[in-house]
Structures are given as structure tokens and as C-alpha cells.
């Protein structure tokens, strides 16, 4: 591929790394230090580099195009990362072997030798598509009181069922219930920050819900992971322990899954090097057995759907660390699944959310795709990080549509919000440009016409840094409003960044307005 690549950022380059990286059927990491299958060197810096990268490096993950990081980056932070998988070990600016596993010494040298020659020095900026226009559009700022401790609010959810909004600090653990007037009503805490939660009402019209308490933020291998049951009509929430000792739960979906009339519940544990799928089906006397779908880290998120349309519930799952990826989860009707993976992504990519929706309605449910996670080893703006929407030709056969950049998107939501019959999305940034392009932290894409969105910055960047959202009618008016959560410090990628937003705000509301 020519180094230019990403000064174009049209579609048709983009689906050629796509294709190129895709291509590469990954058997994933216990394959690492297998040696390299006796590459004769040519003694040429760039003929050898690539083909020891393209025979080492696409082992456990899809091949990183040479142009998608800096000289420096690879030099400094991604190569040392990478290379003690592949038997080397960074010393003072150079690397030693401690024995024979992986690469050689002078087969490890051509590599590093091939970055340095063949990275560019920077990364240009990308160009969107089109321009945004900096309005609230038919949004408006509704905010709670400021608390007087700082911000560390890692999940905000609206519940359906009562409109009230739940929130989990990152560092106090504290799970926080608010009214319908943005009052504190309730509080608990729980064993470990709580990042995503699911919603139940049950038979006598109550409310509960799980909540992935996720032990350890950083991805480290410690598995002290909870998912925890809340009886939220308690006046004390009590929380109880659903599942223990899982690897970083950050999701949990409910179906029934073996079809025995009981609720079953999968959980995406994310983990560092270790983590898994998991399925904890309901017996008839209301205990819980686990069963392993994955035992592959990096799980980001997982929707249900009948997929083949047999009848039975399946999964797809968006692996979001090493070897990036959405996976679909086939349900082979006696208790286990069947995958097939859909579609590969480089590890720079730090894939963070997805949906699938009939875009252009032909009865097809297509793929709304972001990435943007930017604090691995690679803590640069990367022109490739945003928004995509990929057309499904049939079979879940993938085909990239359309693609706006954005820095560091963390999250997205979808709805119709200005009940014009079209779907709509609001982006969330956690690392966005927050030094000279802060906007881009939130962006609402009203579509126009099919895989087609004008895109507007909502001016909110000034209350706080958003790293959870979530879609909802809060004040009942059977519109669907937005919550923002605020992560408002730490995860800095920037030096010399000035925090200029609210510190004390916990999260926001975008309350719609538009007019139906």
C-alpha cells in the first residue's frame, strides 16, 4: 500500500486495508514464538521487514499497516509492547534474547529497521467527508446539581421501565440513583466499579438489575470481577452477587438461550491477556450453570438476534484488544455455539462499540461501527479512529458504506430523534482532540438518506469529558433523550492539556426537542 494512504481517507483505501488485514485468518496467540518458518534473509531492509512482519506479526492479530503509527511510536512504545511475544526483550534503547523461542536477534533487528525506514513521521489529519455545523440542533442541556467530589462517572444508564437514571463512580464504587428531577435518590456501594447494566421487570411489575461490577479498570489479568443483582425498588438497593472471580465483565445480555422458558444471561468478560464469553444458563430451580462461548479477551460488546433465522438465539460479539474483530456466535441448538468471524480489524484500531440496524431498509441488518480506545501503546490521534457504517450485501457479508473520522470514539447510541422515519446516532469521544478540536467529543448524525448523515457538534464539551452514554425517554415525553456520563479526569493523551471543563458535574442530559 502507498504511504499516502491516510491522506486521502476515502473509502475505497480504507476497505483496501480492510481487505488486506481481514484476509488474514487469525489463530490467535498460543501460536506466539513458533519461529517463523525459516525466512531466508535477502539482506534488503524493506523486502525482509515486510515479509517477517507479515509472517510473525499477523500470528495473533491482523496485519497493522507500516504507515498507521509514527517512527517514534513504533520505536518507542509499540515494538518494545510487541516484542517479548516474539521472544525479544527492550534493554536501554536495544532488545536482547534470553533464549532461542520466536525470532532471532538479527531477524528482530531487520523488523525494527523496516519501521524506522518505512513510518512516516507523523500522521496527517483526517478530512471528513462533510462539515459539521457547531448546534444543539433540536437538543437541549439539562443538567443535576454539582457534587462536591470530582467526577469519575463510568457508567450512566437510563432504566425503561421507571426513567430513572443510574450512575457508577470509578472511583468511590458508588452506584447512584436519580429522579425524575435529576435528584439523588439512592445510593450503594458496590465491590468494584460498575460499567454497564441491564434492566429486568418482573411478573409482579418490579425492577432489578445487573450491573457488571468490572474489579480492575485497567485491563491487568486479575480476575475479581462481579456481576451484581439489584432489587432497584428497594429503598436501599442491596446489592447481591450474580457471578464472581470473572475477568473484567463489561457488558451482560440477557436471552434464553437453550429455550427453556427461563432467562439465561451472557457476560462479556473483557480481561487483559485472559478473558472470556460467557453463558450462565437458568436451571429450573433458579440456580445458574457457566458455560464458556469464548475464551478469548478483549470482549467489548455482544447483541442477540436469530441470525441464521432457524429459531434460536445467536450472538455477535465486537473484540476490541490484540485481535480486533467482530465474531458471530452461531447457536448450534444443543447447548453450545459455533463462530464465524465477520470481520478483522489491526489492534490500533481499539474497536469500542457497535449495532446493527437496517440502514437502507432492505430488509438487512447492516453494521454501525466505532473505534477510537487510544490509551494502549499507541497514545497518538489516529486519523483512522471514528465512525463507520458498513452496507450487509447478505449473509452478514460486510461491505464498508461510508466512514467519518473522529479522535478516540469511545460510544455510540442510536434512535430516531427527529422522528422523521430515519435512524440518527450521537457519538461520544473520550479521547477526541480535546486541545484543538474539543467538539468532536459529541456529535449528533442526523441521516438524510440511506448510509448518508449531516453531521453537528453539540457545544457540551465544556461540562465534562463523556465516557458512558446511554438512550432514553427520561421525562416520559416518548422522545428519546441522551445521558452523558462524566470521566472528567485522568487518561490523558495530550501533554500540556488544560482541563477547561467541569469537574463536578457527574453527567447531562441531552433532552429532545425536536418536534414530531
Keep these: 500500500m502507498k504511504r499516502n494512504i491516510f491522506h486521502t481517507l476515502t473509502s475505497s483505501l480504507y476497505l483496501l486495508i480492510i481487505a488486506l488485514t481481514g484476509s488474514v485468518l487469525l489463530t490467535g496467540c498460543k501460536n506466539r514464538g513458533g519461529g517463523n518458518n525459516k525466512y531466508a534473509l535477502t539482506g534488503d531492509t524493506v523486502v525482509d521487514g515486510k515479509n517477517l512482519v507479515q509472517i510473525n ?4 492479530h491482523a496485519l497493522v499497516p507500516v504507515n498507521a503509527l509514527t517512527k517514534d511510536v513504533w520505536k518507542y512504545h509499540t515494538l518494545p509492547a510487541m516484542g517479548k511475544y516474539l521472544g525479544m526483550t527492550a534493554y536501554l534503547g536495544g532488545y536482547f534474547k534470553r533464549d532461542t523461542s520466536g525470532l532471532t536477534l538479527l531477524e528482530w533487528q531487520n523488523i525494527v529497521a523496516y519501521y524506522q525506514k518505512m513510518a512516516p513521521g507523523s500522521l496527517p489529519a483526517a478530512k471528513p467527508p462533510v462539515g459539521a455545523v457547531n448546534s444543539m440542533a433540536g437538543f437541549n442541556v439539562i443538567e443535576p446539581k454539582a457534587q462536591p467530589n470530582v467526577a ?40 468494584s466499579p460498575a460499567v454497564h447494566a441491564s434492566f429486568v421487570k418482573n411478573e409482579e411489575g418490579g425492577t432489578s438489575g445487573q450491573f457488571a461490577a ?3 479498570l485497567d485491563p491487568v489479568d486479575f480476575p475479581n470481577g462481579k456481576v451484581m443483582s439489584v432489587n432497584l425498588d428497594d429503598d436501599k438497593l442491596k446489592p447481591a452477587v450474580f457471578a464472581s472471580e470473572l475477568a473484567r465483565p463489561v457488558q451482560t445480555l440477557q436471552g434464553d438461550f437453550n429455550k427453556d422458558g427461563l432467562i439465561d444471561w451472557v457476560v462479556c468478560g473483557q480481561g487483559g491477556s485472559k478473558g472470556g464469553v460467557y453463558l450462565f444458563k437458568q436451571n429450573p430451580d433458579h440456580s445458574v450453570t457457566q458455560v464458556n462461548i469464548s475464551d478469548k479477551a478483549g470482549a467489548v460488546k455482544a447483541v442477540s438476534g436469530d441470525f441464521n433465522k432457524d429459531g434460536w ?28 468471524r465477520l470481520l478483522s480489524f ?46 450487509n450485501t447478505g449473509d452478514f457479508n460486510f461491505k ?117
Excluded at 501533554?495 to 458535574?505: A, F
Design 400 to 516: 464498508q458504506q461510508w466512514f467519518y473520522p473522529i479522535n478516540g470514539c469511545t460510544k455510540f447510541v442510536t434512535a430516531d430523534f427527529n422522528a422523521d422515519g430515519k435512524l440518527d446516532i450521537v457519538t461520544t469521544a473520550f479521547f477526541a482532540d480535546l486541545r484543538d478540536n474539543p467538539a468532536e467529543s459529541c456529535i449528533y448524525f442526523e441521516q438524510d438518506k440511506s448510509f448518508s448523515f449531516k453531521p453537528y457538534t453539540l457545544p457540551v464539551s465544556k461540562y465534562g469529558r463523556w465516557k458512558s452514554m446511554d438512550v432514553g425517554d427520561i421525562n416520559n415525553d416518548g422522545k428519546p433523550d441522551v445521558v452523558l456520563g462524566n470521566f472528567s479526569t485522568g487518561y490523558n493523551l495530550q501533554p500540556g492539556l488544560k482541563q477547561t471543563w467541569d469537574k463536578k458535574l457527574p453527567f447531562i442530559i441531552l433532552q429532545n426537542n425536536f418536534k414530531k
Design 313 to 340: 438465539p445467536d450472538l455477535m460479539v465486537l473484540f476490541g484488544r490484540g485481535d480486533e474483530g467482530l465474531v458471530m456466535f452461531l447457536n448450534d441448538q444443543h447447548g453450545g455455539f459455533t463462530q464465524k
Design 57 to 60: 506479526c499477523t500470528k495473533c
Design 214 to 216: 468490572i474489579g480492575q
Design 346 to 391: 489491526p489492534p490500533v484500531y481499539g474497536s469500542t462499540d457497535f449495532e446493527l440496524a437496517d440502514i437502507d431498509h432492505d430488509g438487512n441488518p447492516d453494521l454501525i461501527y466505532s473505534c477510537g480506545y487510544n490509551y494502549n501503546d499507541s497514545r497518538i490521534l489516529k486519523p483512522y479512529h471514528g465512525l463507520y457504517l458498513y452496507k
Design 152 to 191: 469519575y462517572t463510568i457508567m450512566a444508564a437510563i432504566n425503561p421501565y421507571n426513567h430513572k437514571i443510574y450512575t457508577s463512580d470509578g472511583v468511590s464504587n458508588l452506584l447512584q440513583e436519580w429522579d425524575s428531577k435529576l435528584k439523588l435518590s439512592k445510593s450503594v456501594v458496590l465491590p
